[in-house]
């Protein structure tokens, strides 16, 4: 089986393979050694996003401790769609059920490198332009996210990486550290321009070379051409076969 | 789970994820509605392809009749390591195994489609081009493919595609019909340019329209963002939850 990549996210993970996206990128770099797994969902929210968890993951739980995870999701399902657990402005509590879960799965793969990706700025003229385009004058009744709650957001979310001891980027700081940022990586205001998505494909890589594997260390999926002896190709398919 | 479009070939297939690629394009439509795997593995011909068989579709062959399809395979794949099979001109008889094999699967499983592609065709010129920059003199004295060639491949393919009722996209004639096909489709005489692969995406799209689903009427995986109440989100994941 070839690892996988999971990219789960919301519209800026869902559109990462259009023309320049960060996920294509990452698909490309990690040929025949990876499979990049696209799960963004655009729209969604902290609190949507709960209810796929659990069908997102279900091999992984069964691969593992089944009884013991089984039993634990469940709980937390039906917490969830008890709305028990969920409160919408207390997304500290969300992320950290959240985050506690993908840690236990963490301990029990040690082989699963789970990396928290903070939202990129938010570019508030241009979000305004963008709404004026679509919507014209009705768009100032509409409310619209600040770059300020977009940054509570991303020191949240770096806070409990550390917490969890995981990797994180947070591309609200790292995008900002460029001048004409708003222009340059976002395309109206939110989503992300090629500069933008290049910058996020660059951190993934860099994150990944650090804590997990760098593509050029990663062995190919069955042999590489140059190691198949035409006269006699079997050989080097051989030894891969007899290890599954 | 989500329908799988698994892309299986040669280095034109591997670098699909490239930008500009194929595959990448593939995923872009299919996004939220299908998973776009690339098993392209450059520098393999149809007989170093086969050793992959057994390896790619093994879920598949569990799901479907496991003895009498694992007992084909067995037999298959000892024919091949001793090979009894194989002699490399007879690109007809491996052809003719290897599909009467993904025929077998097609008829377990009515929902798999399976779609034949073609190379695109050979600029010797181009190649020739190619070769003298990275080989200088040396060049000469390599071995090259000819587009002739590659068109008794193609029509082998799209004749055994018509003998097996599946669809078929034939680059190599499809190409040729455009003026100046050697520069615009093609960046060594053989792997694709951008507009190349442009060419590639749009007649996979036209066969999976018209043999299969269009994306834009296959259904989205979770519910769209449209959809989800955000006052009793539970409410529209339950249906898809209480499927699973």
């Not at 657990?85 to 963490?106: A, H, P, S, V, Y």
């Not at 993934?204 to 190709?233: C, G, Q």
């Amino acid at each position: 089986m070839r690892p996988q990549i999971v990219l789960f996210g919301d519209s800026i993970t869902e559109q990462s393979f259009r023309s320049g996206g960060w996920g294509a990128a990452l698909a490309d770099t990690y040929s025949r050694k990876a499979d990049i797994v696209n799960r963004g969902f655009g729209g969604y929210n902290t609190r949507w996003a709960l209810f796929l968890l659990h069908h997102l993951f279900p091999l992984r739980l069964l691969l593992l401790q089944p009884y013991f995870l089984e039993q634990m999701m469940q709980r937390f399902w039906e917490e969830l769609v008890q709305g028990s657990m969920c409160q919408l402005m207390n997304t500290r509590r969300i992320f950290g059920e959240w985050f506690n879960i993908l840690r236990l799965l963490q301990e029990c793969c040690s082989t699963m490198l789970i990396v928290l990706i903070t939202p990129p700025p938010v570019d508030e003229e241009g979000r305004k332009e963008y709404a004026r385009a679509l919507y014209g004058e009705k768009a100032m009744k509409l409310p619209e996210r600040t770059n300020e709650t977009a940054g509570l957001y991303a020191e949240k979310c770096v806070e409990l990486a550390r917490e969890l001891d995981l990797p994180s980027i947070n591309l609200w700081s790292k995008m900002q550290e460029m001048d004409g940022w708003q222009k340059k990586f976002l395309r109206d205001g939110l989503h992300l321009t090629e500069d933008g998505n290049a910058v996020v494909y660059q951190e993934v890589v860099r994150v990944f070379s650090e804590t997990w594997l760098p593509a050029s260390k990663m062995p190919y999926d069955f042999p590489h051409h140059s190691e198949i002896d035409p006269e006699n190709p079997g050989k080097a398919f051989q030894q891969q076969c007899l290890g599954v």
